[in-house]
């Protein structure tokens, strides 16, 4: 079976998101969409842009695939100082404030409807801890709940976070009995962190899909795949023996030096890459 073929709207972050800049995933060969909720990129909160894109989807042959779940309050990331959205957060307050606000991007699925919904656990310097762990669970039920009646799988995704290195998101998951819960494996995250092929052989099963992307070892770059260091042979062939495949999701940077122009045939060229 092929793997989906998904481009990120990450790639247009520093942009409002209108149809027009959707048309690069037709031009692409994508078949699907994952909208990246960052304000004001895509602002979950206003009626007229969720609609304006639920009319573009309606008209369309590509489909909302996933959304991903916000990073920072009222406004988009990125050198930004504005409160980021932490669902490990020490402080109560915090973590409901996190859960609320992931919650107003997911009912967006009432007219979008996307399938998947990626979330983040914390930050990169979150430690593991069974504090933390219990602060998991507390939001992916809390969001599960108000997910499943919309059609939306929760995603969680590995940072370069103690918190969610593949192992704990595999604890998180087996010991909250959290079945309908799945994984975007970010390959960019795990070359920087405990290597690809170990986090496929720990995440295994629970791979709904890979954000593809590369860097050289050291930041989390975010280039097209083959412009940095990971070894996609090995990884495409890691990932073609799950036993179903993931989607590939593109998630590229907002900040390429590549021309615009350029950008339709190097997602085609990436997309055949990983297929």
């Not at 037709?26 to 206003?46: C, K, L, M, N, W």
């Not at 590369?214 to 280039?223: Q, S, W």
Request: charged letters at 20%; hydrophobic letters at 45%.
């Amino acid at each position: 079976m092929a793997k989906l073929k998904v481009l990120s709207t990450h790639i247009f972050l520093k942009q409002r998101l209108h149809p027009g800049l959707l048309e690069l995933a037709v031009q692409s060969g994508a078949q699907a969409v994952e909208i990246f909720a960052a304000r004001p990129h895509f602002d979950y909160t206003s009626r007229e842009q969720v609609d304006e894109l639920a009319g573009w989807f309606r008209s369309s042959s590509i489909k909302p695939w996933s959304m991903h779940s916000p990073l920072r309050f009222g406004c988009e990331i990125g050198g930004s100082s504005a409160p980021s959205v932490n669902l490990l957060h020490p402080e109560k307050a915090r973590r409901i404030d996190a859960m609320d606000e992931i919650k107003r991007a997911l009912a967006t699925a009432e007219k979008i409807p996307f399938q998947n919904l990626v979330v983040h656990l914390g930050e990169r310097e979150d430690a593991w801890s069974p504090r933390s762990a219990e602060y998991a669970f507390v939001a992916i039920e809390y969001l599960n709940a108000f997910a499943h009646p919309l059609g939306v799988r929760l995603l969680l995704e590995n940072l370069t976070s103690e918190a969610t290195a593949p192992e704990h998101l595999m604890k998180i998951l087996e010991t909250g009995h959290l079945d309908s819960v799945g994984v975007c494996l970010d390959l960019g995250h795990a070359h920087l962190t405990a290597g690809i092929p170990a986090a496929i052989a720990t995440l295994g099963g629970r791979i709904v899909q890979i954000h593809a992307h590369d860097n050289h070892g050291v930041k989390d770059e975010h280039l097209f795949p083959g412009d940095g260091g990971i070894d996609w042979p090995a990884t495409v062939a890691a990932l073609n023996g799950l036993a179903a495949p993931p989607a590939v999701v593109l998630e590229l940077s907002s900040r390429l030096t590549d021309a615009p122009a350029t950008w339709p045939d190097r997602i085609r060229a990436a997309f055949d890459l990983l297929a």
